[in-house]
């Protein structure tokens, strides 16, 4: 590696982070970090009421300020941008509707955003200010993600560790940090990355943990470097830096892959099911047989899906789900849920992912099986199969190669609208003409002028 510390991939990628203008970005990036930006609000949202949020909203009651600059989404009540961003980053994650990149396995918004917004209202930011930050966030996470390779996201949740540097780097780009002081910012979000998905087996709460403390570190790092506190400047590919304590095939060249030419904000995904990412393509597959064939859920004696290694992973340790957020990484009850009642929505979970006894039946036909040719394409392509044998012994197969959602079959702005309306409706989190009013802002952020304060009173 290159004496050269400028060389270094951190430096070279806080380099980019540092000059990044807005007017750089092509305006179709800016457009679809728009619809990030909305599909992230009613997932936000979206978690009004749940009991994660509420316990590290309580925290945040406890030990911040009763009043502040910032907006807690779900509540309305303001308080510093720390205790914000920790709490509306829980929000954001808990329904599991934000978004996912598939090649890093990364939710970019429930970290980003919510860090954003709090320091924005702070300190007045305009609205192009906070997409050029988000997307230096995104740009940042997606690629440290990327770096971190396929062994990373066996035992650690990626979102929780390349999210804290995504958040850093974004909150850095926001309070203006030159490439040293962003460099400083990654290496101390970098030395507090963690989350591990041992919560899984026992239906824990951590996965908002990993959210709510991701997005409060890169905070709290960026902050720290504007004050000149100083951070591992190799805090990614050092020799003790997160790679050599996270990962065994690390690639240092995918910190810098494209810059500036690769805009990795555009491949985001969207989730369409209310479930872990992982069951998306095999749901999707399954709904295409089921209706090419006219099947229903009693004409099926057995289900596999074809699935790649990491699905199996996260999924596998869900055999039984306890929770409704549990019965998300149930293959078989997401895939349930879609054979009896067509969706696998926020309401189905709700009303019928536990309760429903035709569920737990469908869910002991399914099982799920590695597939070379789809454990190759992964993470990049996310590929659903499906090999379904009916009650009359006919054997039906189906695949998809671009699950909905995906850049390749992306939501059109109707449906991602009507989604967001939908999540900030499901608790009560906001009205429909809130939202829109919301949404509406959202999409003038790229004028002169424009601010942060989305949830003003019109």
Partial sequence: ???????????????????????????????????????????????????????????????????????????????????????????????????????????????????????????????????????????????????????????????????????????????????AGLNHALGSAGTQAAGLWEFLRGAADSKQLHTARAAANGLFSAYLARDGFKGAAQILEGKKGMAAGMSSDADPARLTDGLGSRWATEETSFKWHAACRHTHPAADALQLLMLREGLGPDDITDVVTHVHQGAIDVLGAVVIPQTVHQAKFSMGTVLGLIAVHGVADLDAFERHALADTRIARFRAKVRMERDAEVDTLYPKQWVGKVSVTTVDGRKLDARVDEPKGDPGNTLAKQELEAKAIRLAEFRGGATADEIRLCMARIWRLDQPGSTADIFAEP
């Fill in 1 to 179: 590696m290159s004496t050269d510390t400028a060389d270094w991939p951190t430096a070279r990628l806080c380099a980019f982070i540092a000059a990044l203008d807005f007017e750089q970005i092509p305006p179709r990036v800016v457009h679809f970090a728009q619809g990030l930006m909305i599909d992230w609000l009613g997932s936000a949202l979206a978690g009004k009421g749940a009991h994660q949020v509420e316990m590290i909203d309580g925290f945040a009651r406890a030990m911040g300020p009763a009043d502040g600059p910032s907006t807690i989404i779900p509540t309305r009540r303001r308080t510093s941008p720390y205790f914000a961003a920790m709490v509306n980053a829980a929000a954001s994650h808990v329904v599991e509707q934000d978004d996912v990149h598939n090649g890093s396995v990364f939710h970019p918004a429930a970290v980003i955003f919510p860090a954003v917004l709090a320091v924005a209202e702070a300190e007045n930011k305009s609205g192009r200010d906070i997409l050029t930050a988000c997307i230096a966030g995104y740009e940042t996470g997606i690629r440290v993600g990327e770096f971190l390779g396929r062994s990373h996201y066996e035992i650690f949740h990626t979102t929780g560790t390349a999210g804290s540097v995504a958040a850093a780097a974004a909150v850095g780009k926001l309070i203006g940090l030159d490439a």
